[in-house]
Nanobody, 125 residues
């Protein structure tokens, strides 16, 4: 059974950085990072194909501020976030899902079938 487990959420000042981690048990093609705040729709951030060194997908709104990377041997995916702002405050989720096209992972949450419990990121001004 595939089960993602997130960690690394914290409270930081605006302008700061964080690295979130997601460790997954079992086999999955893709791991994606998403975030959600109460009253808002879930937002896809980035996704990575677990068995390739350079196959990742980013939301246009997040490009340049986040980097997704993977340790395929230990099945851990990291989300590095820079220049954090109060609007980045959210619960961040990691999810496992299939690759529908050759080594391409989507950031559409509906494509993912196993979700972690989330890790809270709070950014204060």
């Amino acid at each position: 059974q595939v089960q993602p487990v997130e960690s690394g959420g914290d409270s930081v000042q605006a302008g700061g950085s964080l690295r979130l981690s997601c460790k997954v048990s079992g086999y999955t093609d893709c791991l994606g990072w998403f975030r959600q705040t109460p009253g808002k729709e879930r937002e896809g951030i980035a996704a990575i194909y677990m068995y390739s060194d350079d196959t990742s997908t980013y939301a246009d709104s997040m490009k340049g501020r986040v980097t997704i990377s993977g340790d395929k041997w230990n099945k851990i995916v990291y989300l590095h976030m820079n220049s954090l702002q109060p609007e980045d405050t959210a619960m961040y989720y990691c999810a496992a899902g299939p690759s529908r096209r050759w080594r391409v992972c989507t950031i559409q949450g509906s494509e993912y079938y196993e979700w972690g419990q989330g890790t809270q990121v709070t950014v204060s001004s």
